[in-house]
């Protein structure tokens, strides 16, 4: 699931996305290798999740947004960071050019479908 604001909320959605509870308990067990929660420089902020439980990231350096790398925690704690964006990086998975270490065989399905916020399944 990728994170998206609704419009008018875009404060509230950053704010949230901002302040990951799990991120900061692993990273005081020290479960998150080098890698440390925002505001931290260079710290991490969530974009999306997976129904398993990974969870993909924002390393926020450089100061450059749109060069803010993709870091992926997997379920199973493997970490991997990958130098391009979110959108880059989902075009590379689900075109099977990014290969995710730690994720499930099967994913992406060989047929995956993008829904949108109206053809979620609650």
Same mark, same amino acid.
């Given at each position: 699931? !990728?994170?998206? =604001?609704? $419009? @008018?909320?875009?404060?509230? +959605? ?5 302040? #990951? ?14 890698? !440390?929660?925002? =505001?931290? $420089? @260079?710290?991490?902020?969530? +974009? ?5 439980? #990974? ?14 790398? !993709? ?10 960071e990958f130098p391009v ?38």
């Open positions: 699931m !990728v994170s998206v =604001p609704t $419009p @008018g909320n875009e404060a509230l +959605w950053g704010s949230a996305c901002r302040e #990951d509870e799990i991120l900061q308990d692993l990273y005081e067990m020290g479960d998150t290798e080098d890698y !440390v929660p925002f =505001p931290q $420089p @260079g710290g991490l902020i969530s +974009w999306a999740a997976s129904n398993s439980g #990974d969870s993909f990231y924002w390393r926020t350096s450089p100061a450059d947004p749109d060069a803010w790398p !993709v870091v992926v925690r997997g379920d199973n704690g493997d970490w991997s964006g979110a959108v880059a990086f989902l075009a590379g998975v689900y075109g099977r050019t990014i290969d995710v270490p730690g994720m499930p065989k099967n994913w992406p399905s060989d047929h995956p479908e993008v829904l949108g916020l109206d053809d979620r399944i609650d």
